[in-house]
């Protein structure tokens, strides 16, 4: 048990008295504590919980009363072992209670055929009243809390974190927190509860990490490192969460955010899925998760910054300030300052609130080829011509060539409509002008929603689905650790989102938009579907190329989609298309091929016209040829204009 306020404590170094982390995938992290080095007074008791290889069963390492040079210590900085997606860490501060292992947090226990761990920042004023199915081993009051919580769980009948709505879950630690200091981070194995004290009684640090992180990242104090990238660099998003600020020893600096007291957050493989006050109750209305689409302005803001300094938080109603510890004074020992400023969850995908309407637009697609020496024999293969179905209506469609030769239309085995231009006519500079009448009928993308078609992961075909579906499904030609990682990658979105498909999806669309930088130049026609998600950065065909791999890792159909996009005044879409623009579509079950566009973070509706598709980018490619007599030295110019009519 920790001091209360009150109560006379030693005078230590700050550092984190709790850190939890989670992450979309597995990390293997080493930590290193350096409190337990010469010259630095020990802590009461160290340890730290995972859960290796995502199993249910936790991993909890921890040591009362440590010696300098422990054994321990150096095993949790070496150990392959602590590979997981969520730790729990905490370093124990304690005036009374025997220094045992009973007394040591984190603290576990099974319940709903899992194990649960915490970890508790704070003190209470008194032991808790009352009976639970679940009694503390020990004799702290972070037990009795961690029991009381698991016992109300319980009661309810819920198994898992997500069985308890989070209005439900805050009044709990409400409740609790009347009777003293309850800072704390809580996990079942597949989410992270993190609540801050409601009187603002041992503060909580909130940062996201995003990769890339370049040579490496290692954040701490004097007291601990944690080393996220010795053991190898994985791009893996991740939320730290901190009772003290602290510094990148290397890689980029941390944008740490105060979590604001009385708040919680839900995290789950590295992403939040929500974040309430202490305005939401359990009689509050279902709470809803308003998704941003464009993230939030951030600056980096340094341990010991006075700028952005919060306002001390409001007393609870009916008790006192919080005081001060004992032998500091709020301008000896301020608190650090960090942006008290609301998360934006995006693990709860958002779908299109309002339907668009019907549009028809004149298409305008001009392609200039010049050459250094006149081409003298040369065949090309033109997919210029829209697609023709039930969501899309070509009224006029028709293709120029500034060169005379022999031409033939056929369809592909994509069903697209392909023109073969064969040209025996000398030239210097081929002009093709594509010029179209289409009008777009997709308005509601969703509007398969309301049948209840609903579909989980994994798919199931049968045979002759998937002899028909094989193409979309097989994942490109990449070194097999490469597709391992981009494996684990594709299933954090799936367990995010319990294994829900088309929520699986639309976070993964979102992902790519909020997470990934678009950056011309960034990329060329060798770069890969890792080297994408590696360096968090391309253009629209990287992200279409990126959502098409994780998508078919996790058995789902997907194809590449060349097409234009209307980027008028009043869209939306703020990564405009070039020249043509390129997206994904997937295979739902009982639905059908669906469109979404991870370059700009949508599902797609009237502001996308389709042109060819295919297994990938040299399928649908809208125009390729071969030389066989002359050229030289090539440039290219495209102009794409969409007139809506």
Not at 422 to 440: C, G, H, K, P, R
Not at 551 to 565: D, E, F, K, N, S
Not at 610 to 634: F, M, Q
């Amino acid at each position: 048990m920790e001091a209360p306020e009150s109560a006379p404590r030693y005078h230590l170094p700050r550092m984190p008295n709790l850190l939890a982390m989670s992450f979309e995938g597995p990390l293997t992290p080493a930590f290193d504590l350096h409190c337990l080095d010469p010259g630095h007074k020990p802590p009461d008791g160290w340890g730290i919980a995972c859960y290796p290889d995502g199993e249910p069963a936790a991993l909890v390492l921890k040591e009362a009363a440590p010696p300098h040079g422990s054994i321990r210590s150096a095993l949790v900085s070496a150990w392959e072992r602590l590979e997981s997606s969520i730790f729990l860490v905490h370093i124990r501060t304690a005036m009374w209670g025997a220094l045992t292992e009973a007394n040591t947090q984190p603290f576990q226990r099974a319940w709903g055929r899992r194990e649960w761990v915490i970890a508790h920042s704070g003190s209470l004023q008194h032991k808790l009243d009352g009976a639970s199915r679940f009694e503390p081993v020990g004799s702290t009051d972070s037990e009795q809390v961690f029991c009381a919580l698991l016992g109300r769980t319980a009661e309810r009948g819920c198994k898992t974190l997500s069985d308890v709505p989070p209005a439900v879950l805050l009044s709990w630690f409400h409740d609790l927190n009347r009777h003293g200091g309850l800072s704390l981070a809580l996990s079942d194995g597949i989410d992270l509860a993190v609540y801050a004290d409601r009187r603002g009684v041992g503060p909580i640090f909130v940062c996201e990490l995003l990769p890339p992180y370049g040579g490496g990242l290692a954040l701490g104090d004097e007291d601990l490192t944690v080393d996220l990238t010795r053991r190898g660099i994985h791009s893996r998003k991740g939320i730290i969460v901190s009772s003290e600020l602290l510094v990148a020893g290397e890689g980029p600096v941390p944008d740490w955010r105060r979590l604001q007291p009385g708040h919680l957050l839900i995290i789950r493989e590295g992403a939040v899925r929500a974040e309430i006050g202490p305005d939401a109750s359990e009689a509050s209305p279902p709470f809803q998760i308003h998704v941003q689409v464009q993230p939030q302005a951030q600056t980096p803001l340094q341990p010991g910054d006075t700028a952005l300094r919060p306002a001390p938080p409001p007393a609870m109603p009916g008790s006192s300030p919080a005081p001060s510890p004992a032998g500091t004074s709020p301008a000896a020992d301020p608190l650090p300052a960090a942006a008290e400023r609301p998360f934006v969850p995006r693990a709860r995908p958002l779908y299109p609130a309002e339907r668009s309407e019907v549009r028809r637009y004149d298409v305008l697609h001009r392609t200039v080829y010049r050459y250094a020496r006149p081409v003298e024999r040369s065949t090309h293969l033109l997919r210029l011509f829209p697609a023709h179905d039930r969501l899309q209506t070509v009224h006029a469609s028709r293709i120029t060539t500034s060169a005379e030769g022999s031409q033939r239309d056929f369809d592909d085995v994509f069903g697209n409509r392909v023109r073969r231009l064969m040209l025996d006519t000398s030239f210097t500079e081929l002009v093709i002008e594509a010029q179209s009448d289409v009008e777009v009928l997709d308005v509601d993308p969703l509007d398969f929603r309301p049948r209840r078609v609903r579909s989980t992961l994994p798919l199931v075909w049968m045979p002759w689905q998937r002899q028909i579906l094989q193409p979309f499904l097989l994942p490109p030609e990449l070194p097999e650790s490469e597709l391992d990682e981009l494996t684990e990658y594709a299933m954090s979105f799936a367990r995010r989102n319990d294994l829900e498909l088309l929520d699986t999806l639309v976070d993964l669309n979102s992902t790519l938009y909020t997470d990934y930088q678009y950056k011309r130049g960034s990329t060329g026609v060798h770069t890969t579907a890792f080297d994408v998600y590696a360096n968090r950065r391309g253009v629209c065909q990287d992200f279409t190329n990126l959502f098409i791999c994780l998508a078919r890792l996790i058995g789902v159909p997907a194809r590449y989609v060349c097409g234009y996009l209307h980027t008028g005044a009043k869209t939306g879409n703020a990564r405009m298309a070039e020249a043509s623009h390129a997206w994904v579509q997937v295979y739902i079950p009982e639905v059908g091929w669906k469109g979404f566009d991870p370059t700009n973070g949508v599902l797609t509706q009237t502001d996308h016209v389709r042109i060819a598709v295919g297994r990938n980018y040299i399928d649908a490619t809208p125009t390729s040829g071969t030389i066989y007599v002359g050229g030289g030295r090539e440039s290219l110019e495209v102009e794409v204009r969409l007139t809506r009519k």
